[in-house]
């Protein structure tokens, strides 16, 4: 799924040394990122939770500096906006247990009754639904608006969701959408409570992909088409109240949910509310005094480098402080449809000239981040990244240079680099270490809930851009196609492959080993390919960051939740005293 908008964070002493030394090497061990005894301070409460249980009630409060991309579960594929959307408002096939740690990646049923049977050597999928499952107006939730919610994923109007169904649904080839009455003949509903999905491949995996919110019901009474995201109809524990967009969002009980046929989701408090438009830092000092009703809330982004001492250094706020990996490989993706990144040289030049220990600094430092060798995160690798191109962290500016030659382009070029307004000192990282080569760069900074809506118009979109990808669950078969693969690429609502990278011998490849009927081979040939993609630098990989959120005081039950890059878990945060919450 995208990385989408994690924002920068810096380790203490290298907050105030990431933009004036980007380009310089000697703040790798800088800003205390290791205590004295040589273990690191942001990590004390990885694969825990925090706060202890939650008791029932209250109001959550969330502080946000940004929108949601998408609540529309046809259009959400945003790592928080996702966990946000399934865990609260509705729900999937199936779902992530609700565990800190590795067991949060373990799939449980949600609206099914089951992980679902498979038939046809794994090309058909049968789930049946539980009973009593109830919208937020007590009608009944049909397998019918599973098959519509698929079907409405495919409209030209409402880009940038997932596209599993695309890739595998049979007969999906050229569809648009259930307008003008047309449906998809691949997904059949015998009765209210049976879906079956007749898929063109073999889909062992088919489970995980019903997790994503294509697979969340909607009535077809209710949709309307691009209006839907402001007002999704609740399947979920709450339902909307109110939505000012960019303003505020506030979510009340959905009386109809019956905890009865949900294993999952806790829900806590009786009231969500999230404050949206405050700037980063102001959200961290909010939550580091935690007064009122900000001992009650938790952080939407991630802290900003000039709050990070003031966490770090101190001990009863870093006992606050979750820090989960993402599992994201953050990347800055090239052009390679256009001059001069068509040009494998120039592209490769990037990748020498990169400094990515800047990178990392401004990203938060080693106490944050670990520094990427491959494309694929390290849970994919068996714990650890490879190296394969053997670059120097620092990068190599001769090399680049002598690349940049072979291309043509011994003076250098000018190019632009997109990135989310909180990613500027990351920006500015890239911007000084490729300006070493002789590559100029200009930074364009776009709002967050904007970003990725930018950066999916290919035709408007500048030659770079800073983002990231995280593995739909862990296989490869959910990183590299999406990434990289041509097939797939929009005009508008582009995801995943922003390099436009159209490689025939890699999509041939990715091909054979889907079809792999052995998981070990499968899993050793996408290693293998990362490799060879990396070879052909559609892009240059930085970092694999954590996910620094500090909560209030009051907060319980809260964790990162390692399928949602650890993002806080919303089905079980709640109040320790819900009476002193206010909102």
Same mark, same amino acid.
């Given at each position: ?6 924002? /920068? ?13 980007a ?14 005894? %040589? ?24 502080l946000?500096?940004? +929108?949601?991309?998408?609540? +529309? ?27 800190? =740690? ?9 609206? /099914? ?24 107006? =007590? ?5 019918q ?7 409405r ?12 169904? /695309? ?6 080839? %050229?569809y ?5 009455g ?69 979510l ?7 905890p ?24 961290d000092?909010?939550?580091?005094a ?27 706020v870093r ?12 990347m ?12 494998v ?9 990169? &400094? ?9 430092g080693? /106490? ?13 690798? &068996? ?69 990725y809506?930018?950066? %999916? &118009? ?16 862990p ?59 990396l ?33 806080i878990?919303?089905a ?7 009476s002193?919450?206010?909102?």
């Amino acid at each position: 799924m995208n990385k989408r908008t994690l924002h /920068a964070v810096a380790t203490a002493a290298a907050a105030t040394l990431a933009l004036g030394a980007a380009g310089c090497t000697n703040n790798k061990h800088s800003g205390g990122s290791r205590d004295a005894d %040589g273990k690191n301070p942001a990590t004390a409460n990885i694969g825990t939770a925090v706060g202890g249980t939650p008791v029932k009630g209250g109001t959550l409060t969330v502080l946000s500096n940004q +929108d949601f991309t998408h609540l +529309d579960p046809a259009r959400n594929w945003v790592v928080g906006d996702m966990d946000f959307g399934t865990r609260l408002l509705y729900r999937t096939l199936v779902t992530y247990q609700a565990e800190p =740690g590795v067991k949060g990646g373990e799939l449980v049923p949600d609206l /099914a009754e089951d992980l679902g049977s498979s038939s046809n050597g794994a090309k058909t999928w049968t789930f049946k639904l539980k009973k009593g499952l109830k919208y937020e107006d =007590g009608t009944p939730i049909t397998a019918q608006d599973i098959k519509y919610n698929v079907e409405r994923s495919f409209s030209p109007d409402l880009p940038g969701g997932p596209d599993y169904a /695309a890739r595998y649904l049979a007969g999906a080839e %050229g569809y648009q959408g259930p307008a003008q009455g047309r449906h998809l003949d691949s997904i059949k509903t015998p009765d209210d409570r049976t879906v079956v999905f007749e898929l063109r491949k073999p889909f062992a995996e088919f489970p995980y992909a019903t997790v994503l919110p294509t697979f969340a019901p909607v009535p077809r009474k209710q949709d309307k088409g691009p209006q839907y995201d402001n007002r999704p109809f609740s399947s979920g524990p709450y339902k909307i109240e109110s939505y000012a967009r960019d303003k505020r969002l506030v979510l009340v009980r959905n009386t109809h949910w019956d905890p009865a046929t949900d294993t999952v989701r806790k829900a806590y408090p009786d009231k969500v509310v999230v404050t949206m438009g405050l700037k980063p830092n102001q959200i961290d000092d909010r939550l580091i005094a935690s007064q009122g009703a900000d001992a009650s809330a938790v952080s939407w982004g991630k802290l900003r480098p000039e709050s990070t001492p003031k966490v770090l250094t101190k001990a009863d706020v870093r006992a606050r402080l979750l820090a989960e990996s993402t599992n994201c490989t953050e990347m800055v993706q090239m052009h390679t449809g256009r001059a001069p990144f068509d040009n494998v040289k120039v592209r490769q030049a990037v990748q020498y000239a990169l &400094d990515r220990e800047a990178v990392m600094t401004a990203s938060g430092g080693p /106490a944050l981040n670990d520094v990427a060798t491959a494309l694929m995160p390290g849970p994919l690798f &068996d714990g650890k990244q490879p190296d394969t191109l053997k670059i120097p962290v620092s990068g190599d500016v001769e090399k680049a240079k002598q690349l940049l030659k072979e291309a043509g382009k011994p003076d250098g070029f000018a190019t632009s680099i997109t990135v989310s307004n909180g990613d500027k000192g990351v920006a500015e990282a890239v911007q000084q270490s490729l300006g070493r080569a002789g590559i100029k760069v200009t930074i364009e900074t776009v709002d967050p809930s904007a970003f990725y809506d930018t950066i %999916g &118009d290919t035709k408007n979109r500048t030659d770079l851009v800073y983002t990231g990808w995280c593995p739909d669950y862990p296989s490869g078969s959910t990183f590299l196609p999406f990434v990289f693969d041509g097939r797939y690429i929009k005009e508008k609502g582009n995801s995943g492959n922003h390099s436009l990278f159209r490689d025939q011998p890699t999509m041939k490849r990715m091909d054979e080993i889907a079809a792999m009927t052995d998981a070990a081979q499968a899993n050793a040939a996408w290693q293998r390919l990362d490799g060879e993609i990396l070879a052909k630098a559609p892009t240059a990989p930085t970092v694999v960051e954590r996910m620094p959120l500090l909560l209030g005081t009051n907060i319980a039950g809260a964790y990162g939740h390692t399928s949602f890059g650890g993002q806080i878990d919303y089905a079980t945060v709640g109040l320790k005293n819900p009476s002193t919450s206010q909102g």
